[in-house]
């Protein structure tokens, strides 16, 4: 077998075959290379038809002036962030599991605390947090190894009153699932197919079936009602915490849904359901998700304590029900601890339009870049979809894993109890639940109401003062990208992580669709990752004071620079307008065969990026998409990202972390917004300010030539120095933001507001003046 085939902690059963005794590897999971030889050889020519074109700047710097001096600047960053992605992708790697084996390897399998996060019921369908935490009760792994926790952070009745509904009707349907062995688990999906072709003959299915749909469809009627309601419901009883809440300032919330009791019959096949919202006040910092996340890792910590934990966003279902197991086989298949910290699973969506109209659907950079990490240290984490390890998010260390005598928070006596009081907090009862997660020990209570006094206490807001929380180990505070900053941690440390992608997606999720919310949500990243690179947890420091391999954070950097690439991005994109204004050239001329390198340099980028769409079975129109979108968002959502990040460095302002309206069309049948779903939306948001005046700019320019040709005029009488180059690229730029030239005729969601077209057109007026003056 070939050393890139070997299967990982593979063991071997014997059995008696004619006599005979014979021995059968059975793997948990195999990684093996991928060819790439084609892949790299045209990534590699790429960046060498780039390389040329710096050095060809470089030695005609001195014939020309400012203008090609900006331009050998963008150049050069598009080189660098070349290389990073070519180095990403050298590598690549495919990771096949076993689940099938996992059972003849572990007599009982490890516990699952899985998490699912929500913070706004208005942006966030609790319908859609209600069929997330069904997909998950319903995953095919034992229920009495599962607990299912919902972190509430808009302290809202009617999410906890559709999960106090959902559990009604998991009792139904998490055994339906089991029954008939369904694949897809979240009911609005389940149900938009029709399944009788493939149980026609079983008359109990189709009983079964019918049942509970109506079912179903019952509970989807009575959220919405409730949600029409200014009260979803009486807040009395077990709902009266919820009377005259606040949503900023209430105190922690933690309500025990569902319990799993193996003696009761019904409840036998679903797993624990736990609520939690902890408690907020004005003053104190709750740190958004990070924080939100870290209260469930204490509350879960003390109740059930599952030495491996999953985390999803409130859209993101489980869309392959093996995908416990399949994590399992990465995560238990090493001879020891030291290795795989988190299983990150890729991000896909139920809800892409065809041809990706917003470029947020990430499809060949996942197939590309993940192969490639996956032959690295592995990807970073990326907020949903992933299976970490308790005591890594604890704070554990490779190489403490296996020894808790070596690990600093185990020492015993006075002291060894104020480094961990330090460290977890000031409840002892918690501090007893995580040494007994570093230990590799169980130390659970046997009811989940036996810690509810004690989960609420590590749920409250100031709990966290005088520990480490969220500075050296759990959700890692002092980034809107929590996600990046926490695996860049983990990583940093030694560990490795696992990115598989063979299969069917472990999860689909929910993709942004509308000009305004797909524009919010790379607003977010490109801000989170700016905090993160200007911050001492930049991934270089990490790379020469840690474990962080150096290809690795290679690639941190790339992802960490989407921000930044918007300023060489927007200067690039306005010089073609800036030299036909100014009469001026950045690019060599027509005659000059230097002029060659650039238009092969086009040529082949383009050539390259399209033939990687086209491998993956997606058509032309989805890299074009994809290609005016990466300028479109580097050009507005990024440059918004620096200026908050700029504005936080100066102390000015802080950062705000906006939540993504989530598209909740599909789980409404009667809706049908989704026709006009691909049509680019606007709103008064300034965001668009920075495109729409790139735009007018270009419109301007090219309007100006034309008006030099007709009249065949030069002001210093030297002719027209610009050259078709610089026209075509105007050109290119024009069809780039065909949306925004689009959004200039239209009215309501579809047309650029009034405001916006004035603000832009103020922006390029003084840009033109300042073209012309110089």
Known sequence: MPTDQIPHNSYFIQYKHFGMANEISLPLYLKTARRNTIQRALDATLLFLLLSLLVYRLLSLKSHGFVWLLALLCESWFTFTWSLIVSTKWNPVEIQTYPENLERRFAELPAVDMFVTTADPERESPIMTVNTVLSLLAVDYPADKLACYVSDDGCSALTFHSLVEALRFAKLWVPFCKKYNIQVRAPFRYFLADPMSTFSANSEFKQDWKKIKAEYEQLCLKIKEAGRESAPCDLTGEFGVFANIETGNHPSIIKIIGEHKHETEGDEEVPHLVYVSREKRPKYPH??????????????????????????????????????????????????????????????????????????????????????????????????????????????????????????????????????MKKFGKSREFMESATHALRGEKGIRPKLSDSLEDALQVADCNYEFGSTWGSKFGWIYGSMSEDLLTGLTIQRKGWKSTFPLSGPP???????????????????????????????????????????????????????????????????????????????????????????IPIIVFVTYNMLTLREYLKLGLSAQAWWNNMRMGRITATSAYLFGVLSVVLKILGLSDTVFEVTQKDDQAFDEEDDGMNNATKFTFDESPIFVPGTALLLVHLTALLTLCLRLLLSVDDDGKGLRVGPGEVFCSLWVVLCFRPFMKGLFRRGKYGIPSSTIFKSACLALVFVCMGLRI
């Open 287 to 420: 740190h958004f998700k990070a924080g939100a996340m870290n209260v469930l890792s204490r509350v879960s910590g003390l109740m059930t304590n599952a030495p491996f934990i999953l985390n999803v966003d409130c859209d993101m279902f489980v869309n392959d029900p093996q995908v416990v197991r399949r994590a399992m086989c990465q995560l238990l298949g090493r001879e020891n601890e030291t290795d795989v910290a988190f299983v990150q699973y890729p991000q896909c969506f139920y809800n892409g339009l065809k041809d990706d109209p917003y470029g947020n659907q990430m499809i060949v950079l996942i197939e590309y870049l993940g192969h490639g990490l996956a032959g690295l240290q592995g990807p970073s984490y990326f907020g949903t979809g992933c299976f970490h390890r308790r005591k890594v998010i604890y704070g554990v260390w490779p190489d403490h894993a296996n020894d808790p005598a070596r690990n600093h928070t185990l020492t015993k006596g006075k002291s060894g109890e104020y480094e961990l």
């Open 506 to 596: 472990a999860f689909l999720g929910c993709a942004p669709t509308g000009g305004p919310a797909a524009m919010t949500q790379q607003k977010r990243w490109a801000t989170g990752q700016l905090e993160i690179l200007a911050s001492k947890s930049n991934p270089i420091f990490a790379t020469f004071a840690g474990n962080l391999q150096f290809r690795t954070s290679l690639f941190y950097m790339y992802i960490l620079s989407w921000g930044s690439s918007s300023i060489p991005e927007l200067c690039y994109a306005a010089l073609p307008a800036y030299c036909i204004i100014s009469n001026s050239h950045f690019l060599p001329k027509v005659h000059d065969p230097a002029m060659l």
